[in-house]
């Protein structure tokens, strides 16, 4: 783009304009200040994308962990075919874009004085803030469970110790155990995450604990990519799987570490392993700066992911409440990419352009047998992310000669490989 002397007036008038109602670096003169919580899919891709919009813009990113370890391929740890240094990525691609990197974690948003606080006392000020805290467990929302009682009947849903601890137990279960997973009702991270994780469980089970059984006590009457995993558990492990829905008790009543028991209208079970996945809402921070709705997730102006709650905020990822888009990574980066263009536009004093969403999904059953979805969204008159229609679509329900399931495999870790570039540099 050439920045003509009449451009450049329109964008030094508004900024100015803007600077009156005290947005500080504006005020300055400079091209803005953007301060954006957690590195995580959506803040990561958030901050490098403005730097790249716009070079000039000075970029914060706020992050409590050295490191981020995804969720995506997490299930392959789990299973044995990936280790978790292998889903571990640094900053140093953030920090080479222009991102300054903060280590901590922030703990109060001022979103009328823009200032955010962190847990040691560093105060950082800001023109936008951009919120992307991914999520937090709801413990409580399962009784008998709590983070003291994952460390026994693990989560696993949010990568790096949990991961590890669920794939200790997995290897220590014995031959004819049981591994029951419990997974929540809508919405939650991932949707085809839990099935995943089944499959490539029962992958790792067939050639290592062959009289072992996998019991899935659901919330839910159905789920994502739903006769393509119940195709694939037939035809590769056939009888070990038992999913029990919602409607046929499936959803957990308690839970007790002590006795490795799951009560659900299904009855009692024991388990060797059990894997709970409590209901979740938007992290930690989003609730503390009063950012989300009743239902404990971050609602926003879909064109744009600005919070319907504070002025000056974008909420990106897994926080927010993005109508038909499922909470996943491939969502997460999209979101950082339309909230980085609104920013860019908007500082510069234009309007935001309608945005572009899809997501894309791959799941490995095993790990030569690759199955996705993949949805492309539009916001219609009642200002509501909604598939657009005859778009998208899954797997081919019958693979041909050209072997989709593996070559769909293949895709899964390129897909991977290309995200986290995208994402981490
Ligand atoms: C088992 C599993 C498998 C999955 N597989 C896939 C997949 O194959 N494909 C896919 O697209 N998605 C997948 N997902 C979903 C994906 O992991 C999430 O949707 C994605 O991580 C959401 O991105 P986010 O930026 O919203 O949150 P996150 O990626 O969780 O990032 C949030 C970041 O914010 C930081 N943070 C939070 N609060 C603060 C604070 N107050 N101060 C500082 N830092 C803070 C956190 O430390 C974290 O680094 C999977 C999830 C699970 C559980």
């Given at each position: ?48 994308y ?20 995804t ?12 280790k ?19 280590k ?18 560093t ?15 709801n ?58 994780r ?5 992958w ?15 919330a ?100 927010s ?104 540099g």
């Amino acid at each position: 783009m050439t920045t003509t002397r009449r451009s450049l007036l329109k964008t030094v008038g508004a900024a100015a304009g803007l600077g009156v109602i005290g947005m500080p670096a504006l005020a300055q003169g400079a091209a803005g200040r953007v301060v954006v919580i957690g590195a995580g899919f959506g803040g990561a891709t958030t901050a490098r994308y403005l730097k790249r919009l716009n070079a000039a813009l000075d970029v914060t990113l706020v992050e409590r962990d050295d490191r981020f370890i995804t969720c995506p391929f997490s299930n392959y740890v789990v299973a044995g075919f990936r280790k978790i240094e292998d889903i571990t990525h640094g900053f140093d691609g953030l920090t080479k874009a222009g991102v300054k990197v903060v280590k901590g974690e922030a703990t109060a948003v001022d979103t009328t004085g823009r200032l955010v606080t962190l847990r040691d006392g560093t105060k950082l000020s800001y023109d936008k803030l951009v919120v992307a805290p991914g999520i937090e467990l709801n413990y409580a929302g399962v009784p008998g469970y709590s983070e003291a009682a994952s460390e026994k009947m693990p989560h696993a849903w949010k990568a790096g110790p949990q991961t590890l601890l669920l794939r200790r137990q997995l290897e220590a279960m014995p031959d004819g155990g049981t591994f029951i997973l419990c997974a929540p009702g809508n919405p939650f991270r991932c949707p085809p995450g839990p099935y995943e994780r089944v499959s490539v469980v029962a992958w790792y089970l067939k050639n290592n604990k062959p009289k072992s059984k996998i019991l899935v006590l659901d919330a839910k009457d159905a789920f994502s990519k739903q006769g393509l995993f119940q195709a694939a558990w037939e035809s590769e492990f056939p009888g070990m799987i038992t999913w029990i829905s919602g409607k046929d008790g499936g959803k957990v009543e308690s839970v007790d570490p002590t006795s490795m028991t799951v009560k659900s209208g299904f009855g009692n079970e024991t388990g060797a392993v059990i894997n709970v996945i409590p209901p979740q809402r938007a992290g930690a921070i989003a609730q503390t700066a009063g950012l989300v709705a009743e239902n404990g997730w971050c609602p926003v102006d879909p064109t744009t992911f600005a919070s319907a709650k504070a002025q000056n905020v974008y909420i990106v990822g897994d926080a927010s409440i993005a109508g038909a888009m499922p909470k996943s990574g491939s969502s997460a980066n999209v979101q950082g990419k339309v909230v980085a263009a609104a920013i860019v536009a908007i500082l510069a004093g234009k309007a935001a352009d309608g945005p572009a969403l899809l997501n894309i999904c791959y799941s490995l059953v095993t790990p030569d047998y690759g199955i996705s979805t993949t949805d492309v969204y539009q916001v219609n008159a009642d200002k509501v992310i909604v598939t657009t229609p005859n778009s998208g679509g899954v797997s081919v329900k019958t693979p041909t000669a050209l072997n989709e399931r593996k070559l769909e495999a293949e895709y899964t870790v390129n897909w991977y490989k290309s995200i986290t570039a995208d994402t981490w540099g």
